[in-house]
């Protein structure tokens, strides 16, 4: 029998065609067709370009991997966002920064049209943001810790805010004993470091409850992941996104990020493993199985028995609470330690509305002074001079014609609240402005702290607004309450207040020190 032969089919090939002699022979309609199919990419590439926003601070030809750029972004962000304003007026601009090409939007009408923009990410940009694809920063990524952390918040956090106010108070009483201690005598601290590891036991209390709330070793891991978690990822930053996978074995920052989250994984572990074991066991002896009231239990109800890691989880809503919470408790006291006659107006409505309402959920919503002057704090300070921070799922075409290509990033520039045309001396602290405009006809809901819109974008607006701001806000003004009752505060000698720019970043100098001591409280807020 003999070998089967190939058919012709199987052994065709350009080379024995005549495929390339004929191009050969006539090469003219080939180069012509070849060329229009050049034009008509590049003219379509073109009119594509032509639709983005004009940008700011290209990289130059030579800027490999735009290193310069982002430098250059990093020092001066702020006048990049002010020239964008006074040049462009409403219409948007790309900025080169040290995360990408970003379109940055007026706070007008296209902010409110991409607010609920269901093809505008916010985890996802995050997630790209903060490097959630490299270990170590898993606390950032969009499926491992957001998609957990966002049902815990909504379905369960705000859902049990009443429940939450006893237990907040009570830690805030230990929290400041053991941070301040309880001498007369006036003692430096540095407000930076006590505003982190304050909120830090206050958010504990209620997400770990009491088995961790007040274990040193987890309180100072997550503070101190919170705090070098932005520093490594601001440093990976400054290297091609390419690379960033192999840098970041060996940048010192990015090493300890891991071995701080390796830290809290064996941690949290530990207490996952004993409530199962314990629930197990109360099944088969027929006890009503355990069911704590804190984060640890919302998520293991929230997971329905599907794997998760309760580390990143946790990590991950430490993070959104520390850090922009501790930011703007830390603005708050530099604001109220230049203004001591603030301070004394906030203890009177502290003592006059807590005798009345005890430390209740209602008796925190009329603390109106207090809300006011966080809100004020935040409109002058944003941890960000930019908010909303999305990448395109898909093309976004835009009602004045702007495109925002799939891939790319948008944010929109927090401006209005420095703009004289919608408050009265913008470049002025009034601790009491927001408290006034609850008088004015057709602003009473705006003036509240938790209130978001254009013209009050701290918690950002629409689909992504922060669901946990109803929580912040709380467990602001009960850190505030006891600090201010049981405390005095004044500026050292050689105290300035100092706001950093970096990028688009907003921080106050973290080496900032001043004077504090315990003082007689006229009520004792404890027993509320």
Same mark, same amino acid.
């Given at each position: ?11 065709w ?7 390339i ?16 199919a ?21 990289p ?14 990093l ?6 966002l002010?020239t964008?304003t ?6 948007p601009?790309?900025i ?9 939007l007026?706070p007008?009408?296209?902010?409110q ?7 505008l990410?916010?985890?996802k940009s995050?997630?790209e ?5 490299l270990?170590?920063?898993e ?6 810790a957001?998609g ?7 379905n ?13 108070s009570l ?8 941070l ?12 930076m470091q006590?505003?982190v590891r ?6 504990s209390?209620?997400f770990?409850g009491?088995?961790l709330?007040?274990?040193?070793v ?5 503070s ?15 290297y ?9 074995w ?10 701080l989250?390796?830290?809290a994984?064996?941690?949290i572990?530990?207490?996952?493993d ?9 099944a ?7 069911r ?10 929230e997971?329905?028995?599907d794997p ?12 959104a ?8 408790l ?6 109220l330690?230049q203004r001591?006659?603030l301070i004394?107006?906030?203890?009177k ?5 807590l005798?009345?309402?005890?430390m209740?959920?209602?008796a925190?919503?009329n ?13 002058l300070?944003p941890?960000?001079?930019t908010?909303?921070h999305?990448?395109? #799922?898909e ?7 702007? /495109? =925002?290509p799939? +891939?790319?990033?948008c944010? *929109?520039?927090? %401006?209005?609240?420095l703009?004289p ?6 470049a ?6 927001f ?7 057709g602003?009473?809901n705006?003036?509240h702290l938790?209130?978001t819109?254009t ?8 689909l ?24 005095? #505060?004044?500026?050292?000698k050689d105290?300035?207040?100092k /706001? =950093?720019e970096? +990028?688009?970043?907003?921080? *106050?100098?973290? %080496?900032?020190?001043?004077l ?9 807020v404890?027993s509320?």
């Amino acid at each position: 029998m003999g070998s089967a032969q190939p058919s012709q089919a199987t052994n065709w090939s350009w080379i024995d065609s005549d495929v390339i002699p004929h191009i050969t022979a006539q090469p003219l309609p080939y180069i012509v067709t070849v060329l229009a199919a050049i034009f008509v990419a590049y003219s379509a590439w073109s009119a594509r370009l032509r639709k983005l926003p004009p940008i700011l601070n290209a990289p130059g030809r030579f800027d490999i991997g735009a290193s310069l750029a982002k430098l250059d972004f990093l020092q001066r962000a702020a006048s990049l966002l002010k020239t964008a304003t006074d040049e462009f007026g409403e219409k948007p601009v790309r900025i080169a920064t040290d995360t990408g090409s970003l379109i940055v939007l007026p706070p007008n009408h296209l902010a409110q049209e991409i607010r609920n923009e269901p093809n505008l990410s916010f985890f996802k940009s995050s997630e790209e943001d903060f490097h959630g694809k490299l270990p170590g920063f898993e606390a950032f990524n969009a499926e491992k810790a957001a998609g957990m952390l966002l049902k815990v918040t909504r379905n369960q956090l705000t859902k049990y805010l009443t429940k939450v106010t006893k237990p907040v108070s009570l830690e805030a009483s230990f929290a400041l004993h053991n941070l301040l201690g309880e001498s007369p005598e006036w003692k430096e601290i540095n407000v930076m470091q006590t505003s982190v590891r304050y909120v830090s036991s206050l958010s504990s209390r209620i997400f770990l409850g009491d088995e961790l709330c007040r274990n040193k070793v987890w309180l100072e891991t997550t503070s101190q992941y919170a705090i070098n978690a932005m520093h490594a990822v601001k440093k990976l930053r400054l290297y091609p996104k390419f690379s960033r996978r192999f840098v970041n074995w060996f940048l010192p920052e990015c090493r300890l990020v891991r071995r701080l989250l390796n830290e809290a994984r064996v941690i949290i572990q530990e207490v996952i493993d004993r409530r199962r074991a314990e629930k197990i066991a109360a099944a088969k002896e027929g006890r009503p199985i355990p069911r704590p009231n804190d984060a640890i239990e919302w998520a293991e109800e929230e997971s329905n028995d599907d794997p998760y890691d309760p580390a990143v989880y946790q990590i991950g809503l430490s993070m959104a609470a520390i850090h922009t919470t501790s930011d703007l408790l830390n603005q708050t006291l530099h604001n109220l330690i230049q203004r001591p006659e603030l301070i004394n107006d906030l203890r009177k409505e502290i003592i006059e509305v807590l005798q009345n309402e005890g430390m209740t959920k209602p008796a925190l919503f009329n603390l109106k002074l207090m809300d006011s002057v966080l809100k004020e704090t935040q409109r002058l300070k944003p941890i960000k001079m930019t908010t909303m921070h999305r990448i395109a #799922l898909e093309d976004i075409t835009l009602s004045d014609g702007t /495109v =925002i290509p799939k +891939g790319s990033k948008c944010a *929109v520039r927090s %401006t209005k609240r420095l703009d004289p045309n919608v408050y009265d001396n913008p470049a002025e602290f009034d601790g009491a402005r927001f408290m006034h405009m609850r008088d004015v006809s057709g602003k009473a809901n705006q003036a509240h702290l938790v209130t978001t819109g254009t013209e009050s974008l701290g918690f950002g607006h629409g689909l992504h607004a922060c669901p946990g701001r109803f929580f912040a806000a709380n467990e602001l003004k009960i850190a505030l309450a006891h600090l201010l009752l049981k405390y005095d #505060l004044k500026p050292t000698k050689d105290y300035a207040h100092k /706001v =950093i720019e970096l +990028g688009f970043d907003l921080r *106050v100098d973290p %080496t900032t020190l001043i004077l504090i001591r315990r003082r007689e409280a006229e009520i004792d807020v404890d027993s509320l």
